[in-house]
């Protein structure tokens, strides 16, 4: 980030918490509750599992078959003659994020790739020609970042916001393929969503000089989880010799039950005194929806040469009480010499999810049938609505490479990949009626996959 956006972003969060200060004495409703901004990313398209699924950007809808399938297209299954196991430790991602607008920030993340197993049941367990049952167990988003920043845009200012942020979404899979033709396939899944985020971030602010001094500190504690059940249906048809077409519908999910709790406290020092808020409440109403989404490949296959392009789309979703709760928040007010009690509603956190097209493209060549050197590349936008930024807003570029073998029954991959994001950059506090200045927030990510598949 340049000078000049970082000082623009330095001026409109001390605006900000001058403001707070400012408003010590005569603090609205909108001022107390001022939400520490998150880094929650919702993407839908990061994770890929599979030995070489991963390493091809996930472009396999047309092509999937064995194990992965399970997670890609269930009408690949069928494809499996005998009782296939893959287990996907994914391997281990570095994440680096930079452009704050802070003078000294730290953050990111190193931590494992979220696994992948799923077994298909091939004909010496069950002897059905044409028909194959197979599970799973998929984690298709994953977001787990920490951030610690601070500024001192003069002397005797400052600004300081930290935050760890984590989203994550589980999925055990039940799935049925069907062979109707020998170039045409069906299949179908149950699949229990299980959605996690959990929020804990924390805004402050300084102002002294030789005779005075003031300042401001919000904290927010959130976690939620969400139980959906889904439907998948899936086709793929081999429309030529080198011509490979495949389709994939998930509904939108039905909501089983969900849990949240929230916490968040305020309190502002000024001259006359203090404001501080509290609202606590263990159980809030809590929703996250998951919307209807679609995908479509084509492949091509020419010998040992193979490329697949996937376009997959994601409805969106109506503004939504992301967090609600009929319990008020509790404020002590001091300004007017002693202790005035009294209680303020907590406003909806809301969200909505816009619709979103990504897509990824996958290529490969076998040297032998033992050994394949893969290729991928994705886009990931984030469905993000900048209307309601409780998430962070980054849209994702992925590129991935590496090899593939296999030694009798045993299969295996190894490989590696980079990611790159941008997304608006805003850490002025929302509710404050002051104008909102944006840059640009980078994230990096640096990828080490690995995968393992075992045939019986």
């Keep these: 980030m340049n000078e000049r956006k970082a000082s623009v ?60 399938a399970l997670f890609y297209n269930p009408a690949g299954i069928v494809l499996t003659e ?6 996907s430790a994914q391997g281990y991602q570095l994440v680096t994020l930079s452009g704050s607008g802070f003078q000294n920030t730290t953050g990111g993340a190193f931590e494992a790739v979220p696994s992948f197993l799923g077994v298909v049941l091939g004909r010496e367990v069950i002897d059905w020609e044409r028909v194959r049952l197979g599970f799973a167990v998929v984690t298709p988003v994953h977001s787990n970042l920490t951030v610690t920043a601070s500024t001192t845009p003069q002397p005797g200012q400052r600004a300081s916001y930290s935050v760890h942020s984590a989203f994550d979404s589980l999925v055990p899979t039940f799935s049925v393929g069907w062979a109707t033709a020998p170039s045409f396939r069906l299949g179908g899944s149950i699949e229990f969503p299980y959605t996690s985020l959990s929020n804990t971030g924390e805004l402050s602010g ?9 300042s401001t500190l919000r904290t927010l504690a959130a976690n939620g989880s969400a139980f959906h059940v889904r439907g998948v249906f899936g086709a793929q048809w081999d429309a030529l010799s080198w011509l490979k077409l495949g389709v994939l519908f998930r509904s939108p999910g039905l909501k089983i039950k969900t849990s949240g709790a929230l916490q968040y406290e305020g309190l502002t020092n000024g001259l006359n005194g203090s404001r501080q808020v509290f609202f606590q409440d263990t159980s809030p109403e809590f929703q996250y929806k998951l919307p209807l989404e679609a995908g479509l490949g084509a492949a091509l296959e020419f010998g040992p040469f193979g490329i697949e392009i996937d376009v997959r789309w994601h409805n969106g979703t109506d503004t939504y009480a992301l967090y609600s709760s009929t319990k008020t928040a509790r404020v002590v007010d001091t300004t007017t ?24 493209v996958g290529a490969h060549f076998a040297f032998s049938e033992n050994w394949v050197v893969s290729a991928g590349s994705y886009l990931d936008y984030s469905p993000v609505d900048p ?22 029954k045993l299969s295996a991959s190894v490989g ?17 009626p002051i104008a909102t200045q944006a840059s640009d927030l980078t994230m990096d990510s640096f990828t080490l996959l690995f995968s393992i598949s075992f045939k019986f």
């Design 82 to 87: 005998r009782t296939v196991l893959n287990a």
């Design 387 to 408: 209307a309601t930024p409780v998430f962070r807003r980054v849209d994702m570029l992925g590129f991935r490479a590496g090899v593939s073998f296999r030694i009798d």
């Design 337 to 360: 010499g002693t202790p005035v009690t009294s209680e303020i509603p907590l406003p909806p956190i809301s969200y909505r999810a816009r619709q979103v097209w990504n897509g990824s």
């Design 206 to 214: 300084e102002l002294t000089d030789a005779t005075r001094s003031r």
């Design 9 to 68: 972003l330095f001026r409109a969060l001390g605006s900000a918490l001058l403001l707070v200060l400012g408003l010590a004495g005569t603090a609205r409703a909108q001022q107390d509750i001022t939400v520490p901004p998150s880094l929650i990313l919702p993407n839908y398209d990061r994770v890929f599992p599979g030995l070489i699924e991963a390493l091809e950007g996930g472009a396999f809808v047309a092509r999937a078959r064995n194990a992965p």
């Design 416 to 432: 590696a990949g980079w990611e790159h994001g941008t997304g608006s950059d805003n850490l002025v506090p929302g509710g404050l």
